[in-house]
């Protein structure tokens, strides 16, 4: 076989791409993202390099030593513009779809499956507040600043509806970046209020969101409001419940059927499957995948992780650590390259001033948005944790709430994937205020996470120096000792007056520390109930 002539292999290589229009941009999109694995990995383990690789990547390096998959996605846009000749900076076509029913779930449900159970729920009510009520606070602030500040600068065309979709899409927060620098072992109050507000900040912002498109704005009134607020909590709740069944049937299974006698593969197959059928059904019956998935990865961890064997346990964790990182990747590397459609940028009529004030208008009502909730918010916690506990151990202290506020100052793939699914069908738009809104969150998005993310770490060392970080100590020490809590639960064997005696001083017990009397109470519950029917290891009652 002869050797093809130089001047023909462009020839030969369009003629391949015509012949697999399909293969080609997916193996290209492929290979950057084993791109990103590589470059990743030589950013975290060489942090000096010499002069002449700082000088080809300088201002790659310092940006992506948290979030480098940004850069990369930018540097592989300009790469296709040059190939394109100013053309386009696309592999694939985004497609909203595709985020939510392939790219989103394996991320929310690791962050499930990890989550630490019990500073997570035992500051269940902080962070409730902070990401159900935060989020409607925010995006309240939001929805006005914008309705009051874009027609001043132009921007004109847009409906209700779409205010009040872009007060749900910027209130919708990445802590992921924070998360990186603060150690829970140092500050465990503080790392789970900033996790678990993350996560429950995202379900929310998308169940409100997904409200709002039902809302008739033609009509509204005081009743509208109302009714959003109902079919928001009727999503939640029927979204947690529906998670909450999904992990328990799963772990019943896997413990009924022992499917670990026979085949780790097959038991390993069955809860990433059932994960995912959660979620489908929630979509399926209009609720919110995003809560189902969440939940039933904590149900998962808490049962049906114990059902299966050693081995599976360990690459449990493995396989959904990792689907969730790659879809991470591949979400902020297609960020980085729409950064560079220049269709969108083509499409926007309005001056460079006006594009200036909208994105310095949303970054200002994010800066507002966030602090009208987290600084009274964090008061009324600290006062109901005050009487509850009489221990400032759990206090959230002013430094604490500064980079609470700080840390839901960035945006993610949430907020361009809500925006693409209100201003776009199937990532295209041939609207000029469309595509101004999808370039604007573009801008916030890449902002927010490049120059606060930035920021994080030296903020973080200001304000928590590492002498003073183990000061902040765990909450589980405070409140009522184990001892003074072993009351057994009811039981139909003794007497009626001893039953009663005991439900009086559970009561006085709930009145007085509430939080940690349903904490030690649920896991006796658990313990005696739960754990022999869906699995887990059994506890001691004096470990509770």
């Not at 080809?56 to 940004?70: E, K, R």
């Amino acid at each position: 076989m002869g050797m093809v002539p130089l001047n023909l292999i462009p020839e030969v290589v369009r003629n391949l791409a015509r012949e697999h229009a399909q293969v080609v941009p997916i193996s290209l999109f492929v290979a950057v993202l084993c791109l990103c694995l590589v470059v990743g990995h030589l950013l975290e383990e060489n942090r000096w390099v010499n002069e002449s690789i700082v000088a080809i990547i300088v201002v790659s390096y310092i940006l992506s030593i948290l979030y480098f998959n940004h850069n990369l996605g930018c540097i592989a846009g300009m790469i296709l513009l040059l190939v394109t000749k100013g053309k386009s900076s696309h592999i694939l076509t985004f497609d909203e779809e595709l985020f939510f029913i392939y790219l989103l779930p394996p991320i929310i449900f690791n962050a499930g499956f990890q989550v630490k159970k019990k500073q997570f729920f035992h500051n269940f009510l902080t962070i409730m507040m902070f990401g159900v009520i935060g989020v409607f606070i925010s995006a309240s602030v939001i929805t006005c600043g914008s309705w009051w500040l874009f027609p001043k600068l132009n921007l004109l065309g847009l409906s209700a509806r779409d205010y009040l979709a872009i007060g749900t899409i910027f209130s919708s927060t990445d802590t992921v970046c924070t998360l990186q620098v603060l150690h829970q072992d140092e500050t465990p109050l503080l790392y789970s209020l900033v996790f678990g507000e993350g996560v429950v900040n995202d379900a929310t912002s998308v169940v409100l969101f997904n409200a709002v498109q039902k809302l008739d704005v033609s009509n509204f009134s005081g009743k509208s409001t109302f009714a959003v607020i109902g079919d928001f909590f009727y999503l939640f709740v029927t979204s947690t419940g529906l998670g909450i069944i999904a992990g328990l049937l799963t772990a019943y299974i896997l413990k009924a059927l022992s499917f670990g006698r026979h085949s780790s593969v097959r038991e390993i197959s069955l809860m990433i499957l059932m994960a995912y059928l959660s979620y489908m059904l929630a979509e399926l019956f209009n609720l919110s995948g995003i809560l189902t998935v969440f939940f039933c990865g904590i149900l998962m961890s808490h049962y049906a992780w114990h059902n299966v064997t050693e081995t599976s346990r360990i690459t449990i964790r493995h396989v959904f650590a990792t689907m969730s990182f790659i879809t991470e990747t591949f979400i902020f590397l297609y960020l980085g390259m729409d950064a560079l459609d220049m269709e969108k940028w083509k499409m926007t009529q309005l001056s460079y001033g006006n594009l200036m004030g909208i994105y310095s208008s949303l970054i200002l009502l994010i800066l507002l948005g966030r602090a009208a909730f987290v600084f009274p918010l964090s008061a009324l916690a600290n006062y109901t944790n005050t009487r509850a506990t009489s221990d400032q151990s759990s206090s959230i202290t002013f430094k604490h709430q500064i980079i609470i506020w700080w840390a839901g100052l960035i945006r993610g793939a949430v907020s361009i994937a809500l925006a693409f699914k209100q201003f776009t069908f199937s990532g295209v738009t041939s609207n000029p205020v469309n595509a101004t809104m999808i370039t604007n969150t573009i801008i916030v998005v890449l902002f927010s996470t490049l120059v606060f993310g930035f920021l994080t770490k030296p903020l973080i060392r200001y304000l928590l120096p590492h002498s003073a970080t183990r000061k902040n100590t765990s909450h589980e020490d405070s409140g009522p000792p184990v001892e003074d809590m072993n009351l057994p639960l009811l039981s139909l064997e003794e007497s009626a007056s001893t039953n009663i005696s005991r439900a009086k001083e559970s009561l006085s017990m709930l009145i007085e520390s509430p939080v940690f009397t349903i904490h030690h109470y649920w896991r006796r519950f658990d313990d005696a109930y739960m754990r022999p029917i869906f699995g887990g290891p059994h506890v001691d009652q004096s470990q509770c």
